[in-house]
């Protein structure tokens, strides 16, 4: 049953709110949405009601993380009903800025975390972290939640995440939560619903691989032979391979030869004209 949830649409009027938590000493747990909101985004809800009093959700689709031939334009709005499902979640308020309360005119500041997102998914998408780190900055100032949660799904902008919070001296605790996936391994995503019945079919093949993957670096199998068996599986199966890659699961620097402690496997392939995105973790079995 939904219970009443609160709707703010200013920083300054989110601001209020959560001060006055704050103040009467109840503790505050954020998660940053895009909204289109699925079972993903509730697992980090129900994570951050677990660890908090009060839980604020934001959903803003941020048009400086899109590149101009992304779907910006296409990406999934219904802010209707994810305030309702959000509602049910038991979420005490909901922040949808607008573009001018998050953009004004004049804006000009960007916040750049260097190194970190070099390659991967910053790479094949330009200036998308760097539309990432501003607004999470932006949104993180304005709530001054005591946490925030990010998911796995987004491995490498957790650890952006984590970054520009301790750089930047942001006084936010940052808590990640494990990727939510369909039943046939296929992690959810709001862009899945791009994907026709044939593409859908085919997808958890994607998963399936990056897990065989993980598997081969267990087994003692190098670096660069466990990728290229997954980019030529992928490839002999239709998908457009971006990128396979075994990274050092804390500084996303490439790892080669077999693994010797803990790695971090990730991907992005395209179905049709659908990017997807996954990762999972590798350790060399003890034999
Ligand atoms: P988005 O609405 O895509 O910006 O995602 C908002 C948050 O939900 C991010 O921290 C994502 O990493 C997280 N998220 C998206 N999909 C999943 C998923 N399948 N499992 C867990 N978290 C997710």
């Known amino acids: 049953m939904a ?3 609160g709707t703010v649409r200013t920083a300054k009027d989110l601001r209020a709110q959560v001060a006055k ?3 009467r000493g109840a503790s505050v747990g954020f998660v940053t949405t895009m909204g289109a909101l699925h079972a993903g985004h509730l697992s980090l809800i129900a994570l951050a009601r ?10 803003f689709v941020n048009p400086t993380q899109f590149g101009p031939r992304e779907d910006l334009s296409r990406y999934p709005r219904d802010e209707a009903g994810d ?7 038991g979420v005490d308020l909901v922040y949808i800025p607008g573009q001018a309360e998050m953009y004004p005119p004049g804006f000009t500041t960007r916040v750049i975390v260097q190194s970190l997102t070099d390659d991967l998914c910053g790479a094949a998408r330009p200036n998308h ?7 999470v900055t932006k949104l993180l100032l304005q709530c001054a939640p005591d946490f925030a949660v990010f998911g ?3 491995y490498q902008q957790l650890l952006v995440v984590g970054r520009l919070v301790t750089d930047l001296d942001i006084p936010v605790r940052i808590l990640s939560a494990p990727i939510v996936r369909e039943e046939d391994g296929l992690a959810l995503s709001s862009r ?21 993957v993980a598997a081969d670096l267990g087994n003692g199998e190098g670096c660069d032979v466990a990728s290229s068996t997954g980019r030529f599986k992928l490839e002999a199966e239709g998908f457009r391979v971006d990128y396979i890659a075994i990274r050092d699961p804390e500084t ?8 010797r402690g803990p790695a971090r496997v990730l991907g992005a392939v395209y179905l049709g004209k659908t990017r997807l995105i996954d990762n999972l973790p590798a350790a060399p079995k003890n034999r």
């Open 192 to 212: 899945n619903g791009y994907l026709s019945p044939q593409e859908r079919k085919k997808a958890p093949l994607f998963y399936q691989t990056l897990r065989a």
């Open 252 to 259: 996303l620097e490439p790892l080669s030869g077999p693994i």
């Open 50 to 59: 677990k660890n908090a009093d009060r839980v604020v959700v934001s959903i």
């Open 21 to 23: 938590w704050r103040k």
């Open 83 to 89: 305030v309702t499902k959000l509602a049910d979640a």
């Open 129 to 135: 972290f760097e539309g990432v780190a501003t607004v």
């Open 152 to 154: 796995e799904k987004d």
């Open 3 to 5: 219970s009443s949830i």
